[in-house]
């Protein structure tokens, strides 16, 4: 296999045609369009405000009052009681995360509407009036309480449920919520190392929910957007260069002669599927090495960055290495090259625009950016403009199995269609 995989190296570094599709090409685009939208910025968050129901199980004054009734369960006297009343009131998580939610700066994202109960934020959620539910469960503060003040062994948990775990809306709500959780823990430290001093740690001087929270890099610029972009689209490209190559070597005889000299077939079909997956890491690695180069695509990124930029890319080389081996098999199957011809011209055009190399389809509409993100292309894209807004590898992770799932899906058709025996 190893030899089979050398020669479609050797091949494509002779053939100037594909070199100039694969890799000039692209970095001429990136060029033009940098330069020619060097003001413009794209940026993932760029929506309207959404609305998202919360839900109050207990009220403050409830639970302050279940609170001093465990203080007098415990027979603490008057004075005592009083004062730990008074540290629970300063340290309400409900009143804080109130704060957060009403902030301006929240509330250029998100819109709280305040329900009765679970029951009707669930129907709300489900018919899609609101893109996300805040709970606030019963015996929230008191259980906090319990464990700051008293040091017992309680548990406090807020309850996120969202329309769709993978939309940027999504995201938005879970880096609010888990914002606030960071911040009232910090909160809470400094106010007991302090002893009670409140009046140096008041809620107004923290930035709990700031955007710079949810966007913790500058804007996309025109560079890097439209150097993912050709990437994500001149990748596409590689896997009929690598079937149509295949198709030469049947009319040519050679595929006849390699089964005839002992070559397996699948072994011949799996070189294509590796071969397109290394040729697509390398051409990618190349474009946004040459664009870091010469235009700082990606200057002063830190090593997490490009670690989870590299484990993207060989996500994205392997449904690449997918389609290559499918669009081999289809090919040799039907033994003509119109399916790859088909793939390379309308196909990849197609993918390009859903997945928004050209432009990001998500200003048009939100429908067509989610249809977008079901293409390989598209997918990774999503991705890797999270990676560039400081997203972690967790986060895109479910982007990531996708693709790998369809990079499967691929190959096991491509095995089903390849032809075992027939050579003609």
């Excluded at 030469?248 to 005889?253: G, S, V, Y």
């Amino acid at each position: 296999m190893l030899h089979l995989i050398k020669k479609d190296f050797q091949l494509l570094s002779r053939s100037k045609s594909d070199l100039m599709e694969l890799l000039l090409m692209p970095f001429i685009l990136i060029s033009i369009l940098g330069f020619a939208l060097g003001n413009l910025t794209v940026t993932e968050f760029s929506i309207e405000p959404f609305p998202v129901a919360v839900v109050e199980e207990q009220t403050s004054e409830e639970a302050m009052s279940r609170f001093e009734e465990r203080l007098t369960e415990m027979g603490l006297e008057e004075t005592e009681r009083n004062q730990l009343l008074s540290i629970a009131e300063e340290l309400d998580p409900r009143r804080e995360l109130q704060n957060v939610l009403e902030s301006e700066e929240v509330n250029e994202w998100v819109v709280p509407l305040e329900m009765t109960n679970q029951e009707v934020a669930a129907e709300a959620l489900a018919e899609g009036e609101v893109s996300g539910v805040i709970i606030i469960p019963e015996g929230f503060s008191t259980h906090i309480w319990e464990k700051v003040l008293l040091n017992e062994e309680t548990v406090s948990e807020l309850e996120l449920e969202l329309l769709d775990f993978q939309s940027v809306r999504g995201d938005i709500l879970r880096s609010i919520t888990t914002t606030f959780v960071e911040r009232y823990n910090l909160e809470v430290s400094v106010a007991l190392a302090l002893e009670g001093e409140q009046e140096s740690v008041q809620p107004e001087d923290t930035s709990y929910g700031e955007v710079v929270s949810l966007n913790a890099e500058e804007p996309i610029s025109s560079f890097q957007y439209y150097t993912i972009g050709m990437g994500m689209m001149f990748a596409l490209y590689t896997a009929p260069a690598l079937s149509s190559r295949a198709f030469k070597e049947k009319e040519q005889h050679v595929f006849g002669r390699l089964m005839v000299s002992g070559t397996k077939p699948l072994n011949y079909l799996m070189s294509k599927l590796i071969s397109g997956t290394w040729i697509t890491y390398i051409q990618v690695a190349i474009l946004f090495g040459l664009s870091t180069l010469i235009f700082g695509t990606f200057t002063g990124r830190d090593s997490t960055f490009w670690l989870n930029t590299a484990i993207a890319t060989l996500v994205l080389a392997f449904v690449v290495g997918g389609i290559t081996s499918l669009l081999t098999s289809i090919t040799l199957y039907s033994n003509s090259n119109t399916t790859s011809s088909t793939f390379n011209g309308l196909i990849v055009t197609v993918f390009a625009f859903l997945g928004g190399s050209f432009t990001p389809v998500g200003q048009f509409s939100q429908s067509l950016k989610e249809l977008g993100n079901w293409t390989p292309n598209g997918a990774m894209m999503t991705s890797y403009l999270q990676l560039m807004q400081g997203f972690s590898l967790e986060e895109i992770a479910p982007l990531l199995i996708r693709v790998l799932v369809m990079a499967v899906i691929l190959i096991l058709l491509s095995v089903a269609v390849f032809p075992k025996r027939r050579l003609d």
